[in-house]
Structures are given as C-alpha cells and as structure tokens.
C-alpha cells in the first residue's frame, strides 16, 4: 500500500461511518468505554478489530512480537494497569496464531541481535513444556503446540499481575486465551484450566 492511499482510504471509511451513523465521529470523540483489553502478535496478517468483528471503542489493543505479557516489559505492564484499573475491562484476550513468526525463531537457535531477549521469553516457554513438546514429532504440529503453550504462559502472567489479581476481586475479571488459524480465518478458545494450571505456584504469586 502506498502512502497516498492511506488518506483516499481514510476519507472513505469516514463516509463509510457517517452514512451509517451521522453521530458516529461525535460518540467517537467523547469517550472510550471497551469491555474488552486484547493483546496479540504484531504480524500484519492477524488484525485485532476485524478478526473479532469489534467496532471502535469496544476493545482496548496492545499488540508486540508473539504477544508477550513479561512482566519487566513497561509497555505490556503499562497496558495492563490502564485497562484493568482506570478503564475497567472485563475480559482480558491473549491471542496469539498459528504460523507466528516470533514462535518460529525462538525454536530455532539462531543468535537474531537485538531480539534474543525477546525470544528468550518464548524459549523459556519451550523449556517449561519441553518434555511435552518433544514428544510431538511431528516439527509443525509442535510448532503449533508451541503457540498454544505460549499464549497460556502468557495468559498466566497476566494473573500473576496485582491489577488483574484485583480486579478480580473486585468484579471477577476473566483472562481467556485464544488463537488465531490464518488458514481458516477461525478464532479459537483454548479453554485453559488456569485453576489446574495455577494451583501449584498461585499461593507464591497471590498478592493480599
């Protein structure tokens, strides 16, 4: 896409809206009220209102490389609090997608520069599950079981964080994972069991 076309393109998504809602740009500018907070990948392929069908204002986004929640990223941290405690969402999504390309190269051993300890994140993840992941031979459907693996892992540490922690006190806030097949176009629940999952470490993370 050119940059030019980024204005004709922009002129006719306001056409678009004011066709169908005279009001729409004047409820746009008063406020933001999403129910929902969703962090995912970056990948240009996986956009987040259109996969879900959502319209403006109704989901909060953050997006990085294979939609990492580490808990020493100000960024994803600084997300998290704004959503959680000021705008109040209910649900918290991580998707992440089959195909991820941050996925893919932390399997690899490739030293990549400036983003190993990115990936670093990912390959912790793969030494968690390793023993579940080696026993995939097939190398795509472990690739894919990686994936999964990692939007739990970071699912997980967004209930380690004391603003979800609080929130659901408060309102019992929900996290839910989920993933993207680029292939079928389908979102997917992963349906994590984080009180399985969470039962044996969640007396250590638990914040009064």
């Known amino acids: 896409m050119k940059i030019k076309q980024l204005f004709s393109n922009n002129q006719e998504w306001i056409n678009t809206k004011l066709k169908q809602d005279p009001d729409f740009l004047k409820k746009l500018s008063s406020d933001q009220k999403p129910t929902i907070l969703y962090i995912g990948c970056s990948d240009s392929r996986v956009t987040a209102e259109e996969l879900m069908g959502a319209q403006p204002g109704e989901v909060f986004v953050h997006r990085n490389i294979a939609n990492m929640v580490p808990n ?69 459907e472990r690739y894919r079981r990686l994936v999964e693996l990692n939007i739990q892992e970071q699912c997980i540490n967004v209930i380690k964080t ?32 984080f009180d399985k999952e969470l039962e044996q470490i969640m007396e250590i993370y638990t914040l009064d």
């Not at 000021?86 to 996925?103: D, E, R």
């Open 72 to 140: 020493t990223d100000l960024s994803s941290m600084s997300v998290i609090n704004y959503a959680v405690s000021i705008l109040k969402v209910q649900h918290i999504v991580v998707c992440g997608h089959y195909g991820c390309g941050g996925v893919k190269a932390a399997m690899d051993s490739s030293d990549l520069g400036i983003l190993n300890p990115w990936l670093r994140n990912i390959r912790d993840v793969y030494r968690l599950h390793r023993e579940q992941l080696m026993a995939i031979e097939d190398e795509s």
């Open 162 to 193: 004391a603003d979800y922690q609080k929130a659901y006190k408060d309102r019992k806030a929900s996290v839910h994972g989920m993933v993207f097949d680029l292939e079928t176009g389908k979102l997917k629940d992963l349906k994590i069991d």
